[in-house]
């Protein structure tokens, strides 16, 4: 049975050190304009999926590209996966426009990313 709790991967951000020659490289991969683009942020909409780049090193960067998983309830997805052995990165926070991100680390040292609308 599926669980309807998540709706997949739709997001994944991508450290860069260099926003404004990412942003070129990106846009000439994914054949659009990016639909935000701010000197902290540009977001690309392509076929369903959301590309962010951030630059690297900020506060909230990643150290490598997260794939964020679209949750219904981060509360709840955040206290299932830590559960069940994931440890807490960074906490539910709003990002704008009522979006949550959060991140846990799997018990590898990956980072996973949850995200609620």
């Known amino acids: 049975m599926a669980d309807s709790s998540h709706q997949g991967i739709k997001t994944v951000l991508h450290p860069v050190t260099d ?8 846009t000439a991969l994914l054949g659009v304009a990016p639909q935000a683009d ?11 999926q959301h590309i962010g780049l951030v630059p690297a090193g900020g506060p909230q960067s990643p150290d490598s590209p997260v794939a964020y998983w679209h949750v219904t309830d981060i509360e709840a997805k955040l206290a299932e996966v830590t559960a069940a052995g994931a440890t807490l990165k960074e906490a539910a926070h709003d990002v704008g426009g009522g979006r949550l991100v959060a ?3 799997d018990l590898d040292g990956n980072v996973l990313g949850l995200l609620q609308d």
């Open 19 to 26: 926003l404004e020659k990412a942003k070129a490289v990106y």
């Open 38 to 48: 701010s000197p902290y942020y540009v977001g690309f909409d392509v076929e369903g």
């Open 103 to 105: 991140t846990v680390t």
